[in-house]
């Protein structure tokens, strides 16, 4: 072997060994349009979070802060063990790479849906999941601004072939930690310093994200993890649903859980504990997005009451949900910010005080902020400032 060869390979052992980016991202252009979203059979050989193709960011999902967006098809391991393909969006800050390369916020969305339509990097003016992705753009643009590379998945099933594991922990922990790794490797100027956050499904994500970093992603520094509103305690709640009789957009949101489930767990027949009516409109739930499962052509009019036949046993669904969907039994090792508005009706404030304080026994670094009088979605705008302030402190960017 040649001195220049030995030289190259030694670089390259010290690169997998430190984790560091590439030195010249070599990923190939991906086609245009839906096909983008279907991998090559078989997956290209690499580990987790290795780089598919790219191409650039063309509709709504678009940050216009941001100097360069990138859609991105990257490999990550599925709820079943498997690996798979999943798609997110990278988007790089204006002005001169810093000292050491962009520190990066990896987003996970709130609930958008489970079809594939409803996937963030799919977001145009039009499609039935825009306002559930675009009241994010704000903050995120401001983030852009204040330096920050912004790396947003669209978690398994989420517009690649297969379906979308709702709120299973691992699997969505999993989809944002290597994009973060997939996002480094297409753009080299990318650094390992990393703040985790989310809002919603996306809040309980990050936790989990949170969770799983020191073993799944060790090369990446995670510096702490932002979650607004997230969802816990769910092991707690679908028994209560028995109790509820009036129509609600609850319904919805219980369904979408059931079928996660049933995608984690198969074992639980979760589809044999539904009732008739459930059943039959079940399909929508694999359809539609959002707003179309709680249309009162789906399971609008249809009350948390009436999901469940009544001699249902829910005892090993609850256990299920406990272990694999609520982050009050995680060990996370770097800081945690939890922002909670006290008039939130979707993830109600009792269960994320349960939450930190679940948190804060398993000796996790927490800051709760509740906001008074603020609903669910409008968390994110109520705690803009104060999480932006968090953020800058817990990961210095440069100002603009």
Excluded at 21 to 50: C, E, I, M, N, Q
Excluded at 179 to 194: N, Q, S, T
Aim: charged content about 20%.
């Amino acid at each position: 072997m040649s001195r220049a060869s030995l030289a190259l390979t030694l670089a390259a052992a010290a690169l997998a060994a430190t984790g560091a980016a590439p030195a010249a991202a070599k990923v190939r252009t991906g086609p245009g349009g839906d096909a983008f979203y279907t991998p090559p059979s078989p997956l290209p050989k690499g580990t987790h979070g290795t780089a598919i193709w790219t191409r650039a960011v063309t509709n709504t999902a678009k940050l216009t802060s941001a100097r360069t967006n990138r859609l991105l098809l990257y490999r990550s391991t599925g709820v079943d063990g498997r690996p798979i393909a999943v798609s997110g969006t990278v988007s790089i800050p204006k002005g001169k790479t810093p000292k050491g390369g962009w520190p990066v916020v990896t987003w996970g969305h709130g609930t958008t849906g489970i079809a594939d339509e409803c996937a963030p990097s799919r977001d145009t003016a039009t499609n039935p999941a825009h306002p559930f992705n675009s009241y994010i753009y704000p903050l995120l643009n401001s983030w852009l601004k204040r330096g920050y590379a912004v790396v947003r998945t669209d978690y398994e099933g989420l517009g690649t072939p297969g379906d979308h594991p709702y709120l299973i922990g691992s699997s969505e922990g999993r989809s944002m930690l290597d994009m973060v790794r997939a996002a480094r490797r297409l753009d080299p100027k990318l650094g390992k310093r990393v703040v985790i956050a989310g809002h919603s499904q996306g809040g309980q994500a990050a936790l989990f994200a949170a969770r799983l970093a020191p073993s799944w992603t060790p090369e990446l520094q995670v510096r702490g993890t932002i979650a607004f509103a997230p969802a816990s305690h769910l092991s707690e709640q679908i028994p209560i649903t028995r109790s509820l009789k009036d129509p609600s957009p609850l319904t919805g949101f219980a369904v979408m859980i059931a079928r996660g489930l049933e995608l984690a767990q198969p074992s639980l027949n979760v589809r044999s504990l539904l009732s008739d009516r459930a059943a039959g409109l079940f399909h929508f739930v694999n359809e539609r997005c959002l707003l179309g499962v709680i249309a009162d052509d789906a399971f609008g009019k249809v009350p948390p009451s009436e999901i469940f036949r009544s001699d249902a046993d829910l005892a090993p669904v609850s256990r299920a949900l406990d272990a694999r969907v609520d982050p009050e039994n995680l060990k996370i090792r770097t800081p945690v910010r939890v922002e909670q508005g006290t008039s939130d009706t979707t993830v109600l404030p009792v269960f994320t005080g349960q939450l930190v304080d679940a948190l804060k026994k398993n000796r996790t670094r927490v800051v709760y902020r509740t906001y008074a009088k603020v609903s669910h979605g409008d968390v994110v705008n109520a705690a803009a400032r104060d999480s932006t302030a968090w953020l800058r402190a817990r990961l210095p960017a440069r100002r603009r």
